[in-house]
């Protein structure tokens, strides 16, 4: 008999972000959200002369992912950027990669997925119908898999983002509610992402529906302000740096953010993009100050404590720390909380949802 499985996937235009539950165990997975057709042709020479990538073979197409990309391939790179891309293909395609490489071959899937909270009305009817669609059994192979892997979507559960966060903080890992004051009162849920930037405001655990249509700020997330201006000025350290994407400097923020290690290697020539990093991160925290925290929310007045969540969160948390004194929620202070990072929690709060509903 065929396994059932619960999965949650933050699927967004930076990375896609996903948990399921396999075999009783929790395992999670991230990957860039990028991909590029590929052949995976050989020429028989083994792995000390030629270069070894992953590939995925997806409904008569083959595509390398993910971080592999820019080291594989720059031709025809796709990038699932935009205000349109849910339920299509793209976001169907990184949800079912990631759930592979978590180790779903067959079974029946019981996924919970996100979309950002001004475009959630529209968003969660394409997407409900784009995963249940005709072709939601879904038939994916790796490099390496004997078989083509199998699976169907039981039931698609879609949330605003925002709303898996707050699950994080209400609900422990195994979907059971927890006696917190974390939501207590007035409480902002900023999402960073790397197209939109989202402000929830929640009372007392609760969401005002009638807000959700303008809680979302399209193109202002880390692309806009981060990695699109990190990248020009690349380009402008001469030719060879030409050749740089936005996808060369999305690992160099990942690895330099988790590491310290802010070197960008082009053409075995190296620059240290951690000066400017720092400038960019700073005056993005700065926007999000005056556009947000500010102009929308009246420099959090009234407001208990606000939640920073997304791949943008830990580039701008410091900065507002600074500029709200005891305003920023501390994940750490909440035994259930502390071991999410950001950049997971909707994924994460959208299993304990899941959990939570089926009891």
């Known amino acids: 008999m065929s396994e059932s499985i619960i999965a949650s ?6 990375g896609c972000n996903t948990v ?6 929790t395992k999670t997975y991230y990957e860039p959200s990028v991909r590029a057709m590929a052949t995976g042709d050989s020429l028989g020479l083994g ?13 008569g197409n083959r595509y390398v992912t993910g971080d592999d990309v820019v080291r594989v391939t720059r031709r025809g790179l796709e990038r699932h950027m935009g205000a349109q891309r849910y339920g299509e293909e793209f976001h169907r395609f990184l949800v079912a990669v990631s759930l592979a490489k978590l180790g779903v071959k067959e079974g ?17 009817k394409v997407i409900v119908d784009g995963f249940m669609s005709s072709d939601s059994n879904v038939k994916i192979k790796l490099r390496g898999d004997k078989k083509t892997r199998e699976w169907r979507y039981s039931a698609i559960n879609v949330y605003p ?11 422990d890992e195994s979907g059971h509610p927890c ?21 929830l405001k929640m009372s007392d655990g609760s969401f005002n529906p009638e807000t959700l ?14 990695r699109e201006p990190l990248l020009r000025k690349v380009h402008s350290q001469g030719d060879d740096f030409k050749v740089a994407t936005v996808d060369d400097i999305d690992v160099v923020l990942r690895k330099g953010l988790s590491g310290g290690d802010f070197m960008l290697n082009v053409a075995g020539q190296e620059v240290n993009l951690k000066p400017l990093a720092d400038r960019y991160m700073e005056r993005y925290a700065d926007w999000v100050s005056n556009n947000v925290c500010d102009g929308v929310f009246n ?3 009234g407001i208990r404590g606000a939640i920073l969540v997304g791949g943008g969160a830990t580039m701008i948390e410091e900065k507002l720390r600074l500029l709200y004194p005891d305003k920023i929620l501390d994940r750490k202070k909440y035994g259930h909380v502390k071991k999410v990072h950001p950049v997971d929690m909707n994924a994460v709060g959208g299993l304990r949802l899941t959990l939570s509903r089926l009891g």
Do not use: C
């Open 9 to 14: 996937s933050d699927a967004g235009n930076g």
């Open 20 to 25: 399921a539950i396999i075999g009783g165990k």
């Open 47 to 59: 792995a000390e002369f030629e270069m070894q990538y992953d590939y995925v073979d997806w409904y």
């Open 108 to 124: 029946d899937v019981n996924l919970t997925l996100f979309a950002p909270p001004g475009l959630f009305k529209e968003a969660r």
């Open 161 to 171: 983002e925002g709303i898996g966060a707050a699950a994080v903080f209400m609900l």
């Open 179 to 199: 006696d917190t004051d974390a939501l207590r009162g007035d409480i902002i849920i900023l999402d960073a992402g790397a197209f939109t930037l989202d402000a």
């Open 213 to 226: 249509e303008t809680a979302t700020w399209e193109n202002a997330g880390v692309n806009t302000h981060i």
């Open 299 to 301: 420099g959090f007045r």
